[in-house]
């Protein structure tokens, strides 16, 4: 199952569901595209990093947030690595990533820049017991992000099918028209 | 023809009488070749007919083709989709699209830990206007164990705008998606599909006119599952799994329950580790 909107990507892994979406900017706000992805049903309604979902959150689960910034975050040191993260381990899962209140589960932190366009992946495990499956799961959500640069965002455009990207990496834009595959 | 005219000139020389008899016959060998004309047309047509035909493989009718072309099947596939009796009731597929807003959305409905309800409408149909405004207003009411999900047709058949206003103040999710109504091969809406994501199946569908009739649907859904959701038994019980495959599923439901290879509980030393410290049940207990 993939799904696709304002530049980014993604081809989900099994028992993954997620969305793509730019909020409804409220004042003089410049909304950015966030994109959530776990493997329970997202509720309605949730904070970006995903607020209001830790009685979703069972042993076995993943909530992962792929948030961007604005372009004045692009060249600064917090965003200095290049590329979708990968590759992660247990070890790069921490507790005290987690808000207070947040007990038993790990999360991880990455600020990056990908495409010319910064972002932050956030990444919750429901368990330390089942850690090591989680992390892999993890990792295999991140191979199969995709995301364009700037200049092609196609906002409010979004394409969705249930077959493979062309690409598991930073891929420059053959177009700006949005295409839809067929399922 | 000449010498008919011949013969009614040289009568009416002699007798008007004759005259009219001969111009009668003449009338009538017109008409004789004018209908062998015709009939010779239709012949012609007919012999087409049979050609074309022939040329399908039906072979109806025709002399030259003896039995074997006269048995030939005449295909009567329908290009329509099947009927909902025809269909494979159990099949089930995730959903993915566009939000009213211009998002995009994807939900797992196959392999969830619940019971989705897959509501197909229309901003436009007069039976799905009462059902929208029910569902934002009663969704609470659904089971607590069921996830509804409205999913209209795609943007390109739908109107965004309309179905925003429908969905307004839901707490449901709204896929927009063409290929959800042929992957469950809606008749048309408003139309049902209650989805076991445990079983990866279908447990029920129909249509309904109003939200008391869809709750019902899925109460009535909901008594017809097995027992073994009650949780007195394993996952792979109830999928009816054995052997190898039973011990894997139930290997996986352990692991999900953070009990992996080693853990202790898995090696019981004593009663008490089995059935709680204090609580071994005496050796006369149940005689």
């Known amino acids: ?183 | 023809m000449c010498l008919l005219l011949g013969a009614a000139s040289a009568a009416r020389k002699s007798d008007p009488a004759k005259v009219d008899v001969v111009a009668l016959i003449v009338v009538l060998t017109v008409l004789v070749c004018l209908l062998t004309i015709l009939v010779a047309g239709l012949l012609r047509s007919h012999a087409d007919i049979l050609r074309a035909l022939h040329s399908l493989g039906a072979g109806v009718g025709d002399p030259t083709s003896g039995d074997e072309a006269q048995s030939a099947p005449i295909s009567m596939s329908p290009s329509a989709p099947p009927l909902p009796g025809e269909r494979n009731s159990v099949s089930v597929f995730d959903l993915s699209g566009a939000t009213p807003s211009g998002d995009a959305i994807a939900l797992a409905v196959a392999g969830a830990d619940q019971l989705t309800l897959i509501a197909f409408l229309s901003s436009g149909c007069s039976s799905c206007a009462g059902i929208w405004r029910a569902m934002v207003r009663s969704h609470g009411d659904l089971p607590h164990d069921v996830r509804l999900v409205v999913a209209t047709k795609g943007p390109e058949l739908e109107s965004p705008p309309e179905v925003e206003a429908k969905a307004a103040g839901g707490t449901f999710p709204v896929v927009m998606s063409t290929a959800a109504w042929g992957d469950y091969e809606v008749p048309g809406a408003p139309f049902f599909v209650l989805v076991d994501g445990r079983r990866s199946r279908r447990i029920g569908e129909g249509i309904a006119n109003t939200f008391p009739q869809v709750l019902d649907l899925v109460r009535r859904a909901q008594r017809e599952l097995p027992e073994s959701d009650d949780g007195n038994h394993s996952r792979a019980f109830a999928l009816g799994l054995d052997g190898p495959q039973r011990e894997s599923a139930n290997d996986e439901e352990l692991i999900r329950a953070g009990i992996h290879p080693g853990d202790p509980s898995l090696y019981p030393q004593s009663h008490d580790d089995v059935f709680g410290v204090g609580k071994v049940p005496a050796p006369n207990d149940g005689a």
């Not at chain 1, 409804?24 to 979902?53: K, L, Y």
């Not at chain 1, 247990?90 to 038993?104: A, E, K, Q």
């Not at chain 1, 089942?130 to 191979?143: E, F, R, T, W």
Request: charged residues 10%.
């Open chain 1, 1 to 183: 199952m993939a799904l696709s909107a304002h530049g980014i990507g993604a081809q989900l892994p099994a028992g993954f569901e997620g969305r793509i979406f730019v909020r409804a900017p409220v004042g003089e706000e410049i909304s950015r595209p966030v994109a959530q992805f776990a493997t329970f049903p997202i509720p309605q309604g949730i904070g970006d990093f995903g607020g209001n979902t830790e009685t979703s959150l069972g042993p076995s689960d993943i909530f992962a947030v792929l948030f961007e910034y604005g372009p004045e975050s692009v060249g600064t040191a917090l965003f200095a690595a290049q590329g979708i993260p990968s590759g992660l381990t247990t070890m790069d899962f921490l507790p005290y990533v987690m808000r207070p209140g947040v007990g038993g589960s790990l999360g991880i932190q990455r600020f990056f820049t990908a495409a010319g366009r910064p972002f932050m992946f956030y990444a919750r495990l429901g368990s330390l017991q089942q850690q090591a499956a989680l992390v892999q799961q993890v990792n295999q959500l991140l191979a199969n992000l995709v995301i364009q640069p700037p200049s092609s965002t196609p906002l409010a455009s979004p394409t969705t099918s249930t077959t493979a990207p062309s690409s598991t990496t930073t891929v420059a834009p053959t177009s700006t028209t949005p295409t839809t595959s067929a399922p």
